[in-house]
């Protein structure tokens, strides 16, 4: 079982900036596809970056493309979500998520494990 938490959340004003992080237990995590999804009041999850097991490939959702960059440190067993140039629309909790497969993937039921979730507001 992997547990995974989250952490860097909080209150920004629009064009800031914040770094989520997630680290995941166990010893497995350099073998695990991650992902970012986020979830805004009254709206679906939605997929933000993914990253595979060996850091080589990454995904972005077209609109966090080149202002969001998504890492992984697999000696610190953790992931990393930088996020600038932040806007409003992405106010939302956001989730980090562990998949078996090694690519990256975008759809939430590729996942096996999720975190809790951590708030990120931004203010206009």
């Known amino acids: 079982q992997v547990q995974l938490v989250e952490s860097g959340g909080g209150l920004v004003q629009a064009g800031g900036s914040l770094r989520l992080s997630c680290a995941p237990s166990g010893s497995t995590f350099s073998t695990y596809g991650m992902g970012w999804f986020r979830q805004a009041p009254g709206k679906e999850r939605e997929f933000v970056a993914a990253i595979s097991d060996s850091g080589s490939g990454t995904y972005y959702a077209e609109s966090v493309k080149g202002r969001f960059t998504i890492s992984r440190d697999n000696a610190k067993n953790t992931v990393y979500l930088q996020m600038n140039s932040l806007k409003p629309e992405d106010t939302a909790v956001y989730y980090c998520?562990?998949?078996?497969?090694?690519?990256?993937?975008?759809?939430?039921?590729?996942?096996?494990?999720w975190g809790q979730g951590t708030q990120v507001t931004v203010s206009s």
């Open positions: 998520a562990a998949t078996y497969y090694s690519g990256t993937f975008y759809r939430p039921g590729q996942y096996h494990y």
